[in-house]
């Protein structure tokens, strides 16, 4: 079971937490629970690091000493959490990430997950005892304390399943992962299963369930993830929330799962560039160097004979530094206009059934044409397509491609 | 060096704690700093492990999972003064309390240290590295974390002195020890230095400036502590500050040091005990039984014959407690009436010197008298001499005997 940092963001909340964790010990249950730390509280630690640590000639902003400051706030909840199950009269105890020991290598703020011995840990838990694990921490083999990046205690409760073999329930402050933002589409449903990939893809497009590089470690490890509210204090029943799997367990044979809309967009638009082998090569091999990351890319022919416009998106807080970078370098590339737009948003329909079916697309280009919004760019993977349009229209474009889909309709 | 609650409360406070610390390491010095928590922290800490735990059926306050809370206020310290320490250009790192490993018995929340291992330490510190360590924590040699009680960071620092075989600074908000409170009397002067029992008599009293239990350690240990001022961003020159050390180098033969005032104290007086052996006896067996500390004991003649008055002084806060306990075995001890007064305040004279002066009690005795200040009951020891007056008259009593001994001139 895994908490987030509004689950445990006051003493009751914390209460609260513990009552579901009691009713799921008193159905037979043996439980390890890993917790945010409480809702605010990494931001205050990281703002204190930054503001030591903020004239430093070249130190970076994530070191050592940092992880040893912001692992705290989870360390806090861990043990807090311990108190109230032992007050409602269970057996529980805090494991911090050095006593498991959750290993990691030393990339301090940022650290990966490399080994998790569960021999000691699982006795415990088998022996009747409710381990409380913080989320988000680890230690070297050197015994110094690591992070794992934000939202990393998603990663720390499916890390810890898989080192049990166990299923892992994420409580949080939805009920379940939607076939839409239910703000923008009414009809959103809340989908019992969705398959690894499906969820990859809506968590990269800002969905805040879960964090991506937790769900691609329950697909590696096969990890069997749910996802609950924690509003409840009754038990989960079966078919409640969201059961992220794999996908031959997901029997519905939907093409499409959901739709999603990221708002966090900005296009850049190269006009006459040089018509010739390298070009392309050459722009985005600057972009990566600066470590900016390119999502869509659209080349077209430019009206001018042996010049192409190019079209790119980026994320909008890198949207500035890609315009200035492309700016610098606008006379070695060669190309003669720039332009910045971020009034865009991107749609995409998800679904791993759209593998095996043709005609989603054209599905998803008539709706839209229906309704008059244009298509700025299209991008495609192997279970997505991703369209960019003017941001005005972004929340009409999702609720016109829900209905095209069908998706308001029980499964 | 130690820097206390006050001196970690904000980034800037750590900042300027920093730039002391630098300036030590600047002028050559190898060292180990132990930090406190953000003022305040640890009491936010305490009150949510509280909550949690307040309903728990017999459950102690202070178990392993409260020392898991409340340590995590010194983690965030030490690693926020490391970033401090780096961004100044030193080399620094924090070192855990079960890092080092400061190795405690299990009493948690008021664990013992008992043994601190220096060497790996010691190596870095030798190797130019400013350790930085959280005060008021340890851990088992099962690695379970405990902490040391209220105050607890004076004796980590102590003991980690100790086991480096270095002498110990404490940075607090005074610059030193005075012969009284200088709130009291303008004419207080810094004592440079103080016998390690003349410090403890002045702790007991409730002078702020140590916890007791770090005096006593350092007294074991031959530790020389010196008190300072965390105000000051120089180095601090000889002469500063006042060095608690042992006797034998104070080289000023005063008779006594200073004048303590104690206002938490309550009267207890049993009227017409029994006259025989093993009544006091039983009485104070009670009181200690319940865990009641007892100050200062008169016995003396009741006006009936066969029976004798009793007066004992506790602390204000076990005083109901003492008075219940009294009313409850009132049939069993056999006294005719209890009288609780908790108008009363304690004024002592401390001083080394003493052991070897006669006069300092009739001193003491006159003073007072002249100026009409009854004293409700004495007591001695070989250092110290305290007597119990009203409430109102002991600031006033105070001033008086600080003058008597000619404290107000230098010595």
Redesign the interface.
Known sequence: MKFGGTSMAT?DR??RAAAIIAAEAAAGKSLAVVVSAMAGKTNE?VA??D???????G?PAS???????V???E??T???L???L??MGLR???W?G??IPILTDDSHGKARIVDIPGDRLGQAIDAGEVAVIPGFQGVTRD?R?TTLGRGGSDTSAVAVAAALKAACDIYTDVDGVYTTDPRIERKARRLPRIAYEEMLEFASMGAKVMQSRSIELAMAYKVPVRVLSSFNEKPPEAGQGTLICEEETDVEQRIVSGIALSRDEAKVTLLGTPDRVGVAADIFSRLADARLNVDMIIQSPAMTAGAANLVFTVGRRDAAAAEKLMRDAQSAIGFKEIALDTDVAKVSVIGVGMRSHAGVAGTMFKALADKGIAMQAVSTSEIKISVLVEAGRGEEAVRVLHAAYGLEEAA
Chains 1, 2 share one sequence.
């Open positions: 003493p914390i209460r630690l204190w690091s503001v030591l640590g903020a004239a430093a000639q130190a070191d050592d000493e940092y992880d040893v400051v692992a705290s706030g360390q806090v861990s043990g807090l311990a108190i109230a032992r007050n529980a105890r805090s911090l050095w006593q015994g304390l």
